[in-house]
């Protein structure tokens, strides 16, 4: 067991280097390919006006975004009317959704706890 430590530890340390030597320059390969979503220069306004389209935009995405919620809907409504045609590989997909559907709520109800398994700190 502590040879697989002394071995993680080795490849932590190349990692750890690996990054320090090289994120600088992906770092300004990334806003190099980038730079032409970069405001220049980064006011108050302008920033104002980026938040406001995002806004705009995100609302007027959701028209589109209902219409997929519909669809989506109706598409299980005629699996259900049709279960007796279900395969056991979308029920068992169905299945696994469910249960990380259940594992995403219970991390989130530990985190909003404040870490905790046994109760909120009163």
């Keep these: 067991m502590a040879s697989k430590l002394v071995q993680l530890q ?6 750890s280097q690996f990054v320090a030597k090289h994120a ?12 032409q979503y970069i405001q220049d220069p ?3 306004e302008k920033c104002d006006q980026l938040a ?9 995405s959701i028209p589109g975004r209902n219409e997929a919620f519909w669809k989506e ?7 259900w009317k049709n ?3 279900l ?3 979308h ?21 909003g706890r404040g870490f905790t398994f046994t109760g909120y700190y009163v």
């Design 10 to 15: 080795a490849k932590a340390c190349k990692a």
């Design 52 to 60: 406001k389209q995002l806004f705009v935009t995100r609302l007027a």
């Design 73 to 79: 809907l109706d598409y299980l409504k005629n699996l």
């Design 42 to 44: 980064p006011t108050i």
């Design 24 to 35: 600088n320059s992906y770092y300004k390969k990334v806003l190099e390919e980038n730079k």
């Design 87 to 89: 395969k056991v590989d």
């Design 83 to 85: 279960r007796h045609e």
């Design 91 to 111: 029920a068992g997909i169905a299945a696994l959704f469910g249960l990380e559907c259940y594992a995403w709520f219970c991390g989130g109800e530990i985190v």
